[in-house]
């Protein structure tokens, strides 16, 4: 067991050098410089307190939607709709903070419940179309995605727009709806205690309660979930639901306590950011997190990067590519692993 | 008669029904090669948008369009080669592979046509080509007729023949056989002799092939430019369609036609006083409608196992 996590962390870490070296390669083919542009790659997050700041606030919107994706990923459903479950989570909690009219702490919370509750829904169209009529999660929560992403605009510009800003905006939330935020200089807030509560809360529904065991197990192998039993069908259904909730909340997050006005003009992608993470995290709530801080990381590097040299941002999607490819071939380095296990049956063999 | 009505019942309606069906057939053809050699592939999308701009910037490098053509092409079956490779060879899951091709591509684009075009929104500033519009000798002075599929271009005409060409592939040749058996039961295959990867390789090939002639209609035909995301979903679109189509190439060609309808019509509604947003949904919301009803009539059929 403690061989097998050893060998998962030195995988992971052969695919991300890996990644890296490529991307460094891309990046040569287009800078003039390089060495250069890759050093403010690497080194972007770390050169200034607002800098580090803003590394920090990235990695919370894709925690959210990284336990968004795990949960779903455990029970073995490829429900894609984390994209459009945070973008209508955020465009339901602008329209609370906007309309509602409540004393601070309760409306922060009316907000994020709006969200969780947008989000919900939108983990539920696929899961009882998957559920009762067999149709494909997959397709259906891609399909989803765009109305959800038409829907939110239809909203903002309709309903939620403020007419005397010069762009597409909608207004501001109100001041006692917003997640405070701890210093002037970054934008960190206190969205950040709601994002490790659904942390944990996520670890300790899939791993401590027997609901989370029948989901995982659905996930291992849905054949044996079945016969011993576990009603499969319902499971898949709530965590799609909880997976929903969990991502609809993470938009409530980003929008009361950064954005403060709804601002967006397409969806911003964190819903796929969240399938990377899962997948770096291979599941866990825990690790979801670390992952997320990573994936952060890569992002504010390369945004450093594209000010300050000749190569644009989206470089980093082809590190990503390739990290997901490598962290998921299950044939990658499996050579490795056989001699590992062969040398240690080997030692065992001559220890007895 | 009602203007809308009026203009769905034209002949000017059916043919751009057929100019906007063309990408997503393509696509929903590829989808049907993969599936039914048993490989899921759903980086179409992925793989359309890349054709888009590779097609765009080999026409704008080379001045000819049919070159563009086959840069489009050529890109489409390395996608299916690299998409392969990851799933047959390293055994990565095939979903989360074409995820990642997916997100390589829909940012992969934009850091290419920057690099070439210094642009991160449209490819505008290249001089691309695009494909030519034929007309048809005789079919074109038939009355009705004429008018939808008498002028169009060479790449819907390319479809439509794909459409038979894939059929006769697939049920009437012997690699079509040894496909569908390598989907059907791969073990079996293998017993008899049959190279399930070298199959499956050709398969995923085809499909990349397929998207790829999607992906340069897109940006050469239906538009004469590249735009970032410019495929919106089709490759996931023709995910559905071949869902609805039962994994058939005519199925999948009825359901783009049902999607191409629904897309026609909401760029006729435009110029109705209906918010726009509601308008861009519809091929969306269609194709979750007819999939849950569609999958929910096969779910009775073969209400055995399920049960």
């Known amino acids: 067991m403690r061989r097998n996590a050893w060998f998962e962390l030195l995988r992971t870490g052969v695919a991300i050098a890996a990644a890296l070296i490529i991307g460094f390669i891309v990046t040569s083919l287009v800078s003039e410089s390089p060495a250069e542009a890759f050093g403010y790659f690497l080194k972007g997050p770390f050169t200034s307190i607002r800098r580090f700041g803003s590394f920090l606030e990235a990695a919370v919107p894709l925690t959210f939607t990284g336990l968004a994706v795990s949960l779903v990923f455990s029970a073995g459903q490829f429900n894609m709709g984390a994209e459009g479950q945070f973008f209508i989570g955020a465009v339901a909690a602008t329209a609370a903070g906007i309309f509602l009219d409540l004393p601070p702490v309760i409306h922060t919370v009316a907000c994020l419940a709006a969200g969780m509750v947008a989000g919900a829904i939108g983990g539920f169209i696929p899961g009882i179309l998957k559920a009762r009529w067999n149709a494909s999660e997959l397709v259906a929560s891609l399909m989803l995605n765009y109305v959800f992403l038409k829907l939110g605009m239809y909203l903002i510009t309709y309903h939620l727009r403020d007419p005397s800003a010069g762009a597409l905006v909608s207004l501001p939330l109100k001041e006692s709806s917003w997640l405070p935020q701890f210093t002037r200089t970054t934008k960190l807030h206190a969205g950040v205690f709601v994002m490790f509560l659904v942390v944990f809360a996520c670890y300790y529904f899939l791993y401590r309660t027997s609901k989370g065991y029948e989901a995982r197990m659905t996930g291992q192998n849905i054949s044996f979930a079945r016969y011993s039993g576990i009603p499969v069908l319902k499971v898949m259904l709530l965590i799609q639901v909880l997976g929903g909730a969990v991502a609809g909340l993470g938009g409530a997050v980003e929008m009361l306590g950064i954005y403060r006005r709804f601002q967006w003009q397409a969806s911003p992608g964190y819903g796929f950011d969240g399938v990377i993470i899962a997948i770096l995290a291979r599941n866990n709530p825990l690790l979801v997190p670390l992952a997320a801080v990573f994936l952060a990381y890569l992002r504010v590097g390369a945004d450093v990067m594209a000010m300050y040299a000749d190569v644009s941002a989206e470089m980093v999607s082809i590190i990503q590519a390739v990290i997901i490819l490598l962290v998921t071939a299950e044939a990658f380095l499996a050579g490795y692993r056989h001699r590992l296990t062969l040398k240690e049956v080997k030692q065992r063999a001559s220890a007895s | ?307």
Do not use: C
Not at chain 2, 160 to 188: C, H, Q, W
Not at chain 2, 258 to 275: C, E, W
């Open chain 2, 1 to 307: 008669m009602h203007p809308l009505l009026r203009a769905v019942f034209s002949a000017s309606f059916a043919a751009s029904i057929l100019r906007v069906t063309t990408p997503v057939l393509f696509a929903s053809l590829g989808a049907v090669v993969a599936d039914l050699s048993g490989v899921v592939n759903i980086a179409l999308e992925g793989m359309m948008l890349i054709s888009a701009l590779m097609g765009v910037i080999a026409s704008a490098f080379t001045g000819s369009a049919w070159v563009g053509f086959l840069a489009g092409v050529a890109s489409g079956i390395l996608m299916g080669l690299v998409l392969g490779y990851f799933h047959l060879k390293l055994k990565t899951n095939v979903i989360l592979a074409g995820i990642a091709l997916n997100l390589l591509a829909a940012e992969g684009t934009v850091f290419l046509l920057y690099a070439v075009a210094h642009d991160k929104g449209v490819s505008s500033s290249l001089p691309s080509k695009v494909m030519p519009e034929i007309q048809i000798p005789i079919i074109k002075d038939i009355p009705v007729i004429g008018a939808i599929i008498g002028k169009q271009n060479v790449l819907t005409y390319l479809a439509l023949i794909a459409v038979v060409m894939i059929y006769l592939f697939l049920y009437k040749t012997s690699f079509g056989l040894r496909l569908r058996a390598v989907g059907e039961n791969p073990d079996a295959a293998d017993s008899v002799g049959i190279s399930v990867h070298k199959v499956q390789f050709i398969a995923l090939a085809l499909s990349g092939a397929l998207a790829g002639m999607g992906g340069v209609h897109l940006s050469m035909g239906y538009v004469s430019w590249f735009s970032r995301n410019m495929t919106s979903g089709r490759g996931f679109i023709a995910l559905a369609a071949k869902a609805l189509g039962r994994n058939h190439p005519i199925g999948a060609f009825l359901a783009s036609l049902l999607f191409g309808f629904t897309d026609a019509l909401s760029n006729y509604m435009q110029s109705l006083r209906v918010p726009g947003e509601f308008i861009q949904m519809i091929p969306y919301v269609v194709t979750l409608v007819v999939l849950a009803v569609y999958s929910g009539r096969q779910l009775k059929s073969g209400r055995s196992s399920n049960e």
